[in-house]
């Protein structure tokens, strides 16, 4: 007879193995499908998150901006370090155990929490019934009550930089060069470009970023993107060229030249390897039979209301496969929003207060709306900033770029956003992602204590000054 389950969850990211634990913690019946293998031919769960994702991605950044560290900044604390030297190995052993230490460590949180882990590809069929093909070409069917679709994403390839996997690689491929590229050509300056072109610029590279676009991280505060990118070019040097689109490459040997268009017409750069970061798609290629009844949207992803719930009654879809930002802890709401909806309960993400965060130095992070989205809102809003060259830590530091800029509603007060570049932006963002969450006003925040000296000491001024009463910068205008 064919196993059954409670819940049957396809695929182990961070969408699909919260979901899993969250359900068993329900007291449902639950299981995780998992297809990845590792170098060593052995099932790793985590998804790319864990494997291949946000998790080494930090590895290398902090590795990274501790040589920089080394190099450039410990001399103006009064510390000499005589020439200071990366090994790529280690550090790349060093990221591969923390990979390893997580990705085992969702086997044991599955054990804890009596999941059970299947390994292979899950393939959804009518009336919920999944087929499991095992790594060894057996093919198994299981049955479940309800079936979580959390397949994930992968890098899109685009024609004119089709990828060899040496010199042209995707994301994945830049997080295992073993030695550093002397030229480093990155396409797209979305947040993984900025991020990997950040890691091999701080080692050494010199490193070229190539965006079609022609706004900077359009989707972020502008004015902080307008700090950010002076900071990434003119501090950091890397030379992000924004409107240049890529439409041809050609590797000769062990180089590529990468052809692009511009404003002023058709260029070409000459790199030692290029990194295709230029998004990623829903991975859904082998998991539908053709009669389970599931849709998918016109850009691929599997079509979902705002519970994640699918054309089909019992099938839900959760993290990167389905709409929205393509975030870990996007996929882990919705993971736990649906087993507690297949629990009975009464359950909603909050899509309004789900946090961004670019793990640059220093790094950006926001949370709700930017003001270019209010205005074309026609939401009449205040707005308070706290630059950190004026917070004591920052000084303290030797790190005071960036600000906090918070945007509250003018009639009601409440807050609509919070926008942070600086050090350690990403831990700063989660008081703005509590205030939204709580439905905080300015003032909530003006009424708050902050210890002092820290970096968050600018959301309290930052939100004094919403209202012209910030107590350590000059206010623009006095209170009504
Ligand atoms: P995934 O993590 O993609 O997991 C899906 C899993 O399903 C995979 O393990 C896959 O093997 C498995 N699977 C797919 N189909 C099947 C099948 N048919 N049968 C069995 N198994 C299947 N996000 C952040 O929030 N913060 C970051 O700092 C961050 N950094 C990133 C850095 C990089 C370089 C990259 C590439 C991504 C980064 N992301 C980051 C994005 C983040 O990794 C994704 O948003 C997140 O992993 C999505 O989770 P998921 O569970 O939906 O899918
Ligand atoms: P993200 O979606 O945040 O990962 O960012 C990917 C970036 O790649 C976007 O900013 C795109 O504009 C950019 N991009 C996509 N195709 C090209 C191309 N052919 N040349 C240059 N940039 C591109």
């Given at each position: 007879m064919a196993q059954q389950f409670d819940v049957v969850v396809i695929g182990s990211g961070p969408a699909g193995y919260i979901a899993a634990i969250k359900a068993a913690q329900l007291g449902l019946k639950s299981a995780c499908i998992e297809k990845w293998l590792d170098k060593e031919g052995k099932t790793s769960l985590g998804g790319t998150c864990l494997n291949v994702g946000c998790i080494p991605s930090k590895a290398l950044l902090e590795s990274s901006e501790k040589y920089h560290q080394a190099h450039a900044e410990l001399k103006d604390h009064g510390i000499e370090v005589s020439d200071p030297k990366i090994d790529i190995a280690k550090m790349l052993e060093r990221k591969d155990k923390i990979v390893k230490q997580l990705t085992g460590g969702i086997g044991g949180l599955f054990k804890a929490n009596g999941v059970t882990s299947i390994e292979g590809m899950g393939k959804l069929l009518a009336n919920k019934q999944v087929e499991v093909t095992k790594h060894d070409g057996s093919v198994e069917v299981i049955e479940a009550k309800n079936v979580i679709l959390a397949m994930g994403s992968v890098p899109v390839d685009i024609p004119p930089a089709r990828q060899d996997g040496d010199i042209i690689v995707d994301s994945t491929g830049a997080l295992e060069f073993t030695e550093v590229p002397k030229r480093l050509g990155v396409i797209g300056a979305g947040v993984i470009g900025l991020e990997l072109g950040s890691v091999w610029g701080r080692l050494g590279a010199e490193v070229t970023i190539l965006e079609a676009q022609e706004k900077f991280l359009f989707a972020c505060d502008q004015q902080i993107a307008k700090d950010a990118f002076k900071t990434f070019t003119k501090k950091q040097g890397l030379d992000i060229k924004l409107g240049a689109r890529v439409t041809g490459s050609e590797i000769n040997g062990k180089e590529v030249t990468v052809m692009y268009q511009d404003a002023e017409g058709e260029k070409s750069q000459t790199f030692d390897k290029l990194v295709v970061c230029v998004g990623r798609r829903p991975f859904t290629e082998?998991?539908?039979?053709?009669?389970?009844g599931v849709d998918l949207d016109e850009r691929g992803f599997v079509f979902v209301d705002d519970q994640c719930k699918t054309t089909v009654p019992g099938v839900y879809a959760i993290g990167d496969v389905v709409r929205g930002p393509m975030l870990a802890h996007k996929g882990m709401e919705e993971g736990m929003m649906v087993a507690e909806l297949i629990a009975g309960h009464h359950a909603q993400t909050n899509y309004d207060a789900i946090p961004s965060v670019i793990y640059t130095h220093p790094e950006i992070a926001w949370v709700g709306k930017t003001e270019e989205e209010l205005k074309s809102e026609g939401v009449k809003y205040k707005v308070g900033k706290m630059p950190f060259a004026a917070v004591g830590r920052a000084m303290a530091a030797n790190d005071t770029t960036g600000m906090v800029k918070i945007i509250a509603d003018?009639?009601?007060?409440?807050?609509l956003g919070m926008h942070v570049f600086g050090l350690g932006a990403g831990e700063i963002i989660a008081q703005g992602v509590i205030s939204l969450e709580f439905a905080a006003s300015a003032e909530d925040l003006q009424l708050t204590c902050f210890a002092h000296p820290t970096m968050s000491e600018a959301v309290h001024d930052a939100a004094l000054s919403v209202d012209g009463i910030a107590l350590h910068i000059a206010n623009p205008r006095k209170r009504k």
């Open positions: 082998g998991c539908f039979s053709d009669d389970c003018e009639e009601t007060d409440r807050l």
